[in-house]
């Protein structure tokens, strides 16, 4: 899934796109570090042993932080976020498996060891929900009549439906200075680092049957305002209706669609990414620091390659201009 991109005619802006694009993967050295040796000869050009370079510091820095030091082993609290990483630094960005049967999914790179898989839970079990339901009056206020500049884009279904589709699926995150109260209301969430939002399914649209593939993680729904019956999520072939002023908890990687059959009304729904409970607190703070340091280290992966595609940019439009 993602936005339809349409596929450039010239060789030259291809390989512009493509070198951008390694800027923003997530770090995945070709090497573990216990692999590495002083003196070992780079292998490849000079940008990829500058970028492996990169991520190596960003792993260093992580386990320094975690671990006491970069050649530390793991704490016995840390030995699945360990075997996580170790995940992480495999080359599958990108690959994913189907597991239980077909029923879900999980990215190859994001898999967790040993989590409860359940396709829905009982909101009830977290009392943060709770406290979170009681302030929808509040939350209702603070969003209705705003210009909420809601960020939609049209859908590629890789589970063969009707490819690129318009899902009526938009999000606004949420920041301090925009919706305080909604801020305030989340205080003391065990909120992962994906999306803290507010969400709207447009009338009369469908977001079809895929997975998130991301299984240390649970979504929570709060439905904030729209039709009674007629909006509602499907995971795991069962329905779960989408009620104003209730919640609902779902895993992600359980195949799920989302709908609003009301013909003229929109579902308004406070959308948080929270950690799987399975995990402890210093998994938890582990996995946050490690998202963190990807971003800075995503942000250096740029840096790295500014000049080169500030190079290609400048021939594609020396090609451009002959032509």
Request: with cysteine.
């Amino acid at each position: 899934m993602g936005v339809e991109v349409r596929r450039p005619e010239r060789p030259m802006f291809v390989a512009l796109m493509l070198t951008a694009a390694l800027a923003f993967r997530p770090s995945t050295p070709r090497r573990p570090a216990s692999r590495l040796r002083a003196g070992d000869a780079p292998e490849g050009p000079a940008w990829r042993s500058e970028l492996d370079a990169i991520d190596e510091a960003m792993w260093r820095r992580l386990r320094r932080e975690l671990y006491g030091g970069p050649d530390c082993g793991a704490p016995s609290s840390l030995r699945r976020f360990e075997e996580y990483c170790g995940l992480r630094r495999a080359n599958v960005a990108d690959d994913f498996r189907v597991v239980d049967g077909g029923r879900r999914a999980i990215y190859l790179e994001e898999q967790y060891p040993n989590l409860t898989a359940r396709a829905i839970w009982d909101a009830g079990d977290f009392g943060w929900i709770e406290r979170v339901v009681a302030r929808v009056p509040d939350l209702r206020e603070e969003v209705a009549g705003r210009a909420l500049g809601w960020r939609e884009g049209k859908w590629v279904d890789t589970y063969g439906h009707d490819g690129a589709y318009d899902s009526g699926w938009g999000m606004v995150h949420l920041r301090d200075d925009r919706f305080p109260r909604a801020t305030r209301a989340l205080a003391g969430a065990p909120l992962a680092p994906r999306y803290a939002s507010i969400a709207r399914q447009r009338a009369g649209r469908a977001i079809h049957t895929h997975s998130d593939r991301v299984p240390w993680i649970l979504t929570c729904h709060v439905a904030l305002e729209g039709p009674d019956d007629a909006a509602y999520m499907v995971v795991d072939g069962e329905r779960l209706p989408w009620t104003p002023g209730r919640a609902t908890v779902c895993d992600t990687t359980f195949f799920h669609s989302a709908h609003n059959d009301h013909a003229a009304r929109d579902m308004h729904l406070l959308h948080v990414d929270f950690y799987h409970p399975d995990l402890g607190d210093d998994e938890r703070h582990a996995l946050g620091l490690l998202h963190a340091y990807e971003a800075d280290a995503a942000a250096d992966r740029r840096a790295a390659l500014a000049p080169g595609v500030s190079a290609l940019e400048a021939a594609f439009r020396a090609s451009s201009a002959e032509k």
